[in-house]
C-alpha cells in the first residue's frame, strides 16, 4: 500500500514522522506523493489554535479528493489526535486510525492491521507508565545525514499557556542505552548529525523513568558513538540548563555551536506569570555563561506576545531584551487560549489588533538580527555537512545544500562531485542571502 506522510507542528512530529516513515517500508508499504497515496498520515500540532484549525481542513481536503477510493483511509497522530481522539471518527469516516505519542509505537503493526480489515477502527491514545521503546530495525539503506533521536516524551513543567503537558503526557525519559544503540545503528546507515528531541531535555533523566543519567553524561555519551561529527539539541528550559551542560560547549567539539533556548517574555511580571521560574537576569547569566563556554554559539529564542495582562511596557521589555542578548533569529506567536492551560482563565486578553501589532514589531526586529547575523558570517568558514543538491544549480555548475556548525543553510558548489551528501566540507562564506548564505569550499573535511 503507498502512503503519504504530513506533518505540521514541531521536530518532535518530525522525528516521529520520519520513524513511522521507516518502520512503514520496513512493513511492505511505499512511500509516495500526495496525489498516488491511498494511506495518508498526519502529525498534527494543538499548540495554538491556527494549526488546530489546519489538521480539520486537511483531514477535509484529503476526504473530499479520495472519496471515490474505497481502499484510501488516514491516520491521524501527534498532538490534536491526542487531544481530540476518536472525536475526529465521528466528523471524518475516513480517519481509522487515531494515535498519540505513545501509542505511536504500536502504530505500524496497526495501520498494516488496517491495511487488511477494510471494517476495522483502531485507537492507540493511551500513555504509558515509561518511555515507549520503538522498533529500530529499519531496512539496510543508506539514510540522510541528519535525524532526530527521541531521548524522552512528555513535560512536568504545565507553564500557564502551554498544552504540551496534556497532549505529551508526563515526562518519560528514555535509557541511555537505548539511545545509544538507536544513534549507533543510524551512524552505521550513514547519519552524520543527531538531533537529540524532547520537550524539555535539560531535565533528561530527572524522572521516574530515568535511568540517573544526566543530559550533560548523555551528550557525553553520544558524542562517543563512532561517526556522529555533530550533536544539537532541543528544545531547552532556562530553569533546567545547568552549569555542565554549558560546559560541554566548551569541551566537546561535536556539540555544535547552536541554542535554541526559548525566553518567551523579556518581562519579569509576566514570565512569573507564565509560570517559566526564571526571571531576565537569571536568562541574561545564562547567555553570559554560554558565551564564556564557546564565543560563537548562535542563540536563538522563542516568544508570546499578547500573554494576558500583557502591557506596552512589559512589551517595550521583551524588545529590549532581544536587542540586549543579540539573538540570532526567533520564533513568535501571539498568545493563544488553549483548552484546559492556566492561563485561558486569567484576564486580561489582549485584543487581536493589539497582539498582531505587537507581533509584527518584534518580527520586524528579529529580521534585523537575522539579517545581520548572516551578514556577520561573510568571509568566515566554517565546515557544512551537505545534506543534498541544492534547488538551484549556480554559475560554475551543479550545488549542493547543506547547514554550517550553528545550522545556517549553506549552499555551495562542489564541482566534480557526483554525490556529495553526507560530506563535511570545509567552506568559506561568499554571500548572505535574506535567509541562507553562499559559500565555496576551500578543502574536503571527511
Ligand atoms: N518545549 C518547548 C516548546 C513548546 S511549544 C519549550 O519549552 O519552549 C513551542 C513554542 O510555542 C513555545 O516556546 C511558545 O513560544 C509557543 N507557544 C506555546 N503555547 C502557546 C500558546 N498558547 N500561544 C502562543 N504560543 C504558544
Ligand atoms: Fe510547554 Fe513549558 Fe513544557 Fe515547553 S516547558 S512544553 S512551554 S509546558
Ligand atoms: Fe505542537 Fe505537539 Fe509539538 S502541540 S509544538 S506538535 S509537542
Known amino acids: 500500500m503507498k502512503f503519504h506522510v504530513t506533518t505540521m507542528g514541531c521536530q518532535m512530529n518530525v522525528g516521529d514522522g520520519d520513524w513511522l516513515t521507516r518502520s512503514l517500508i520496513a512493513e511492505g508499504f511505499t512511500p509516495a506523493s500526495d496525489a498516488d497515496a491511498e494511506l495518508f498520515i498526519l502529525f498534527t500540532c494543538s499548540v495554538r489554535d491556527k494549526p488546530e484549525q489546519k489538521v480539520v481542513s486537511e483531514i477535509g481536503r484529503i476526504a473530499d479528493r479520495h472519496r471515490d477510493n474505497p481502499n484510501a483511509f488516514i491516520a491521524v497522530g501527534g498532538c490534536t489526535a491526542q487531544q481530540l481522539g476518536t472525536a475526529l471518527w465521528r466528523r471524518f469516516p475516513m480517519v481509522r486510525l487515531v494515535f498519540g505519542t505513545d501509542g505511536i509505537a504500536a502504530a ?256 520586524r526586529l528579529l529580521d534585523e538580527r537575522l539579517a545581520a547575523s548572516l551578514a556577520a558570517r561573510v568571509g568566515q568558514t566554517d565546515t557544512v555537512l551537505i545534506e543534498g543538491p541544492s534547488r538551484r544549480d549556480g554559475a560554475s555548475g551543479p550545488s549542493w545544500r547543506g547547514r554550517d556548525s550553528a545550522g545556517r543553510i549553506v549552499n555551495l558548489p562542489l564541482p566534480g562531485l557526483n554525490d556529495a551528501t553526507g560530506r563535511l566540507v570545509r567552506v568559506r562564506i561568499v554571500l548572505a542571502k535574506k535567509h541562507s548564505l553562499l559559500g565555496e569550499a576551500e578543502a574536503e573535511h571527511d
Not at 491514545?125 to 539503506?141: G, I, K, N
Not at 528531541?197 to 543519567?213: A, M, P
Not at 528544545?235 to 518567551?264: G, M, N, W, Y
Not at 560563537?296 to 516568544?303: E, G, H, K, V
Request: charged share 25%.
Open 108 to 363: 505500524p503493526k496497526a495501520l498494516a492491521r488496517l491495511a487488511n480489515e477494510p471494517g476495522l477502527r483502531l485507537s492507540l491514545l493511551d500513555f504509558t507508565e515509561s518511555y515507549p521503546e520503538r522498533d529500530q530495525s529499519w531496512p539496510e539503506e543508506k539514510l540522510p545525514p541528519r535525524a532526530f533521536v527521541s531521548i524522552m516524551q512528555g513535560c512536568d513543567n504545565y507553564c500557564a499557556y502551554c498544552i504540551v503537558p496534556f497532549v505529551r503526557g508526563r515526562q518519560k525519559s528514555r535509557p541511555l542505552a537505548s539511545i545509544i544503540a538507536e544513534c549507533t545503528a543510524l551512524a552505521a546507515r550513514g547519519v552524520r548529525e543527531v538531533t537529540l528531541l524532547g520537550q524539555n531535555v535539560n531535565s533528561y533523566g530527572l524522572d521516574d523513568s530515568g535511568d540517573g543519567t544526566s543530559f550533560a553524561a548523555l551528550l557525553d555519551a553520544v558524542a562517543a558513538v563512532p561517526g556522529i561529527a555533530r550533536i544539537r539539541f532541543t528544545t531547552s528550559h532556562p530553569k533546567d540548563l545547568d552549569d555542565a551542560v554549558i560546559e560541554r560547549f566548551a569541551s566537546l567539539p561535536a556539540l555544535c555551536p547552536a541554542l535554541h533556548l526559548p525566553v518567551q517574555s523579556g518581562s519579569d511580571d509576566i514570565l512569573r506569570r507564565m509560570g517559566r521560574r526564571y526571571d531576565t537576569a537569571a536568562y541574561l547569566a545564562l547567555v553570559h555563561k554560554l558565551r564564556r563556554a564557546r564565543p560563537d554559539i548562535a542563540l536563538t529564542t522563542d516568544f508570546i506576545v499578547g500573554f494576558p495582562g500583557e502591557t506596552e511596557a512589559d512589551f517595550q521589555a521583551t524588545l529590549n531584551l532581544v536587542r540586549h542578548v543579540g539573538f540570532e533569529s526567533g520564533f513568535s506567536f501571539m498568545y493563544s487560549d488553549r483548552p484546559g492551560t492556566a492561563s485561558e482563565r486569567l484576564e486580561p486578553k489582549i485584543s487581536q489588533e493589539v497582539k498582531a501589532a505587537r507581533l509584527a514589531e518584534l518580527q
